[in-house]
Structure formats: structure tokens, C-alpha cells
Antibody
Framework: QVTLRESGPALVKPTQTLTLTCTFSGFSLSTSGMCVNWIRQPPGKALEWLAVIDWDDDKYYSTSLKTRLTISKDTSKNQVVLTMTNMDPVDTATYYC???????????????WGQGTTVTVSS | SYVLTQPPSVSVAPGQTARITCGGNNIGSENVYWYQQKSGQAPVLAVYYDSDRPSEIPERFSGSNSGNTATLTISRVEAGDEADYYCQVFDTSSDHPGVVFGGGTKLTVL
């Protein structure tokens, strides 16, 4: 059974750096075709993709946020970490991690999602 | 960067057919994915590769993709289908490849 779980602070202050961890089980990020994405959703708004890291350690970022984001993986711990610098109240959102298993049937579809973690940016 | 356009809302009576569109430049040449997100829950993959369904998704859900429009069709709509629906592509055409989501469509079952 594949699961992902997000963890991190519920509250951060403006200008601080946010660090989120996605801990997963049921697959290995060293397996060809595996990717983990970060997506966020402000309250009442649409999904916004942030970043992805793949089995080969390739990393891609949202064009609008790339200067603030860093994604990394620890394959031995089955974790993917996202850092976002210079947090602002507009970054208040639920943050999700989700898997892509490209060589399985669903291609670039995110077939398993975490439950999400809510982050509020406020002083 | 690539832009996907969805209508903000679609309303349909129970038992009828709902069609949710996703517009993009030559989207027919892309693989389109659709997600269902019920209130307070994480999204769920509903359609992949334009028209394939995960085994847990009812056969009432289908997809198509041609030209500049992809469509998610939900037949015999039920009250439990009320949710937000998002289309998605993986844009490999630009200098900055990445995932693109549409703005989402709220499906209301009357």
C-alpha cells in the first residue's frame, strides 16, 4: 500500500523559511519512473503545483516560485523535503505531496496524494 | 508557460450528463489528467492519459481530448459526484518543464 504524509509547522511568521517533509511508504524513489510532487491550495482556491523531484534526482520548479523553492530527497529515509523562503501571508495554504509513477499505467498522473498539511503565515 | 482554462462552475440535475471542459493551446497533443476533489479532502486521480480510469473510479467517468479542448464527461450524475474537478498536463515543451493545473470547475448537482 502506497502512502504519503506531509509534516511541518502549522504556523510560520512572515519572512521566515518554511520546511515541509513528505514521508512515504510502499515505493522507493530510487525506482525508475518514480517522482514526488509538492502542490498547494490556498483556502477556497485552486491547486497550484510547486515542484517535483524524480528518481534520477532531476528537479523542476514552478516558474513563478522557483527562486524561493528547493526540493530534495533522502532515499534512505523515504522522504522528500521542500523549503520555501521568505514566506508571506499569501502563502497560507494546504500543502500536499503526491506521487507520480510514470512507468506504471497512469503516466504523469498523480496517483496517490497525502492528506495535506495546513500552513498559516502570520505574525 | 502553458495555460489551462476551465469554466468555474457546471450545474446538472441527478441522472443527467455533466461535461467539464479544459482548454489549452493544441491540448490534443498533450496527455491530460483529471482529478476529483471533494470538500475537505485531497484530490483523487479520476482520469489519466485523456480517457483511462483507475479501477476505483466508476465507469460513468470518461474523458476525451482533441484540438484545443479536453473534456471530462460524467454520465448519470449522482449527488456524490458533487466536487471540484481539475485538469492537468505535464508541460515538456518549454524551457521550464513542469506540471500545470487548470483553475478548477465546481460541479453542482441540483
Amino acid at each position: 500500500q502506497v502512502t504519503l504524509r506531509e509534516s511541518g509547522p502549522a504556523l510560520v511568521k512572515p519572512t521566515q523559511t518554511l520546511t515541509l517533509t513528505c514521508t512515504f511508504s510502499g515505493f522507493s524513489l530510487s525506482t525508475s519512473g518514480m517522482c514526488v510532487n509538492w502542490i498547494r491550495q490556498p483556502p477556497g482556491k485552486a491547486l497550484e503545483w510547486l515542484a517535483v523531484i524524480d528518481w534520477d534526482d532531476d528537479k523542476y520548479y514552478s516558474t513563478s516560485l522557483k527562486t524561493r523553492l528547493t526540493i530534495s530527497k533522502d532515499t534512505s529515509k523515504n522522504q522528500v523535503v521542500l523549503t520555501m523562503t521568505n514566506m508571506d501571508p499569501v502563502d497560507t495554504a494546504t500543502y500536499y505531496c503526491a506521487r507520480i509513477s510514470y512507468y506504471d499505467s497512469s503516466g504523469y498522473g498523480m496517483d496517490v496524494w497525502g492528506q495535506g498539511t495546513t500552513v498559516t503565515v502570520s505574525s | 508557460s502553458y495555460v489551462l482554462t476551465q469554466p468555474p462552475s457546471v450545474s446538472v440535475a441527478p441522472g443527467q450528463t455533466a461535461r467539464i471542459t479544459c482548454g489549452g493551446n493544441n491540448i490534443g497533443s498533450e496527455n491530460v489528467y483529471w482529478y476529483q476533489q471533494k470538500s475537505g479532502q485531497a484530490p483523487v486521480l479520476a482520469v489519466y492519459y485523456d480517457s483511462d480510469r483507475p479501477s476505483e473510479i466508476p465507469e460513468r467517468f470518461s474523458g476525451s481530448n482533441s484540438g484545443n479542448t479536453a473534456t471530462l464527461t460524467i454520465s448519470r450524475v449522482e449527488a456524490g459526484d458533487e466536487a471540484d474537478y481539475y485538469c492537468q498536463v505535464f508541460d515538456t515543451s518549454s524551457d521550464h518543464p513542469g506540471v500545470v493545473f487548470g483553475g478548477g470547475t465546481k460541479l453542482t448537482v441540483l
